[in-house]
């Protein structure tokens, strides 16, 4: 078996394709005549990361159109919530098929009204509205609480198999690799599901300086054991001891600073193929201001290879969509959060929220949100958001604490700051916001891009804006290039990446 091997590339070398007067292409990537790309790595070996292997099942198959099994109408009157759960629980005993669906329950046009949440906890159910808008599926969220709407999610956690975990022999593992060597391979086969280990050390911690955070009421030091980040891959390869990944490193593993392990893991809790589509979720509230209502429309935990499409939320507090921890590669597709009603200040308006990995969010827009793109803390890659806008923001859209690893924002357009920073002592202490996080051709009224201290990059490639230092000062600069220019080629790097893999051999 052939490996692949990163060569360094002159920027320079940029003949295999040509360019019209007005277009220009990165440095880092280029897209060459024949939609393949090259990519040009820095002195370690680093490059941007291809971030196409996210959404439903990776991007290799497309979301199905899941045939009816079920249809039912609002109540005729009071609550609507337990005829919906009555639906699922009926359609989640039906053997599922080949695919692991077992159908979809078809919500008619009206008005149902959920006076709690809505749960959804079996693989194979997808729950299918007449339209995202007030005529359509309207799900009308009453509770007097801080609750979703809808809630999907299975149980349990990620689990370590024991016997498998494993040493990367590699000194360095660069950004963007897919293969490296470990010292037995004995116990890995393909197709195995494996924890790519990155452990948090004190070192590591120091040299960020994220032990010495300015103190202010409440603010904590970042601690080695809350940093040992767990990234789900699949071996695709073994030969001898190298081991090939489905997805690429997002955060280098340098035996400085721990190096890295694999292991093999599972989940058995955790659910999948489950769906929700062309629904408008409305949150009833008391005032602009109102606390106690409807939070989230909809939350995804612990469920893989699902997805949420055509929606549109009024109202809530928190979001349209929220990915929790244990979401993995679900795709949120052409989904709307408006008007948010809530104080305005930390930890609410949050319109499109992740903290799972190998998700995508794509034509997403919102209005009058806070943090309305936005990735917590300790969020592993890849993920993105691509082709989403913004208006009347309130906070700014990015990373927005902790360490989150590789993100892309590609053609994100906003009135407001698309930031990616040292975020010192707010809130609770956040300090560098993330790493491996890359703006592409977005256009924002400002941003700050600020690269760590150490253990990688941040990039502003083609942003359209102010470029401004940041909160804080005299931190090291992200990579910044054509700032203002026009027509950055591909316009698009997500959907590139995914052009481009889609050509290569399987």
């Known amino acids: 078996m052939r490996l692949q091997k990163f060569v360094l590339i002159p920027v320079i070398a940029l003949c295999a394709f040509v360019l019209s007067p007005k277009e220009w292409s990165s440095g880092f990537v280029q897209q060459l005549a024949d939609g393949s790309l090259r990519y040009t790595p820095d002195e370690k070996g680093n490059t941007i990361p291809d971030f196409s292997g996210v959404g439903y099942c990776g991007g290799d198959k497309e979301i199905p159109f899941v045939a009816v099994v079920k249809t039912i109408s609002p109540a005729t009157s009071g609550s609507s919530e337990e005829l919906i759960e009555a ?25 149902y009204y959920i006076p709690e949440s809505v749960n959804i906890q079996a693989s194979g159910v997808v729950l299918r509205g007449e339209g ?10 009453t509770a007097k609480k801080q609750v979703a709407a809808f809630a999907a999610a299975g149980t349990g956690s990620i689990t370590e198999v024991q016997g498998t975990r494993t040493r990367i022999t590699d000194d360095y593992v660069p950004v963007g690799a897919r293969s490296f060597h470990i010292s037995n391979a004995s116990v890995y086969k393909t197709g195995d599901r494996i924890i790519l280990f990155r452990p948090g050390t004190a070192a590591w911690i120091r040299d960020l300086q994220m032990d010495r955070i300015e103190e202010r009421d409440g603010t904590r030091q970042w601690q080695p054991k809350e940093y040992n980040l767990q990234f789900e891959r699949v071996i695709t390869g073994i030969d001898g001891n190298t081991i090939l990944i489905d997805n690429p490193v997002v955060l280098a593993m340098e035996t400085k600073y721990g190096g890295g392990e694999i292991f ?13 589509e062309n629904m408008y979720f409305e949150s009833a509230y ?50 709307n959060c408006f008007d948010h009603k809530s104080i305005i200040t930390g930890g609410r308006r949050y319109s499109f929220n992740n903290t799972g990995q190998l998700n995508l969010f794509a ?84 941003a700050a891009v600020q690269s760590p201290w150490v253990n990688g990059k941040n990039y502003s490639i083609g942003t ?9 000062k005299n931190r090291p600069d992200g990579e910044w290039e054509g700032l203002n220019a026009e027509e950055l080629k591909p316009k698009s790097l997500y959907y590139a990446q995914l052009k481009a893999r889609a050509m290569q051999p399987r």
């Open 87 to 111: 639906a699922v629980a009926e359609v989640a005993k039906l053997p599922a098929d080949a695919n692991g669906f077992r159908g979809a329950i078809l919500l008619k046009k009206g008005t």
């Open 132 to 141: 995202d808008n007030i005529e359509g599926t309207r799900i009308l969220a």
């Open 264 to 276: 093999k893991y599972s989940f058995p809790g955790r659910i999948s193929q489950v769906g929700i």
């Open 286 to 335: 008391a005032s602009d201001t109102a606390e106690d209502h409807g939070w989230d429309a909809i939350k995804f935990d612990n469920l893989e290879n699902g997805w949420i499409r055509n929606v549109t939320a009024r109202y809530f507090g928190y979001s349209c969509v929220n990915l929790e921890d244990g979401a993995k590669n679900i795709s949120v597709l052409n989904a």
């Open 363 to 446: 034509n997403c827009h919102a209005t009058d949100g806070r943090h309305d793109f936005v990735t917590g803390a300790r969020v592993c890659g890849p993920n993105v958001f691509v082709n989403c806008t913004a208006k009347r923001t309130h906070a700014d859209i990015g990373p927005h604490h902790r360490w989150a690893v590789g993100t892309l924002f590609d053609n994100i357009v906003t009135d407001g700051e698309l930031n990616i920073q040292d975020r010192g002592n707010w809130g609770s202490g956040h300090g560098w916001a993330g790493v491996t996080q890359v703006m592409w051709n977005c256009t924002v009224k400002r």
């Open 464 to 472: 359209k804006g102010q470029k401004y230092e940041g909160r804080l």
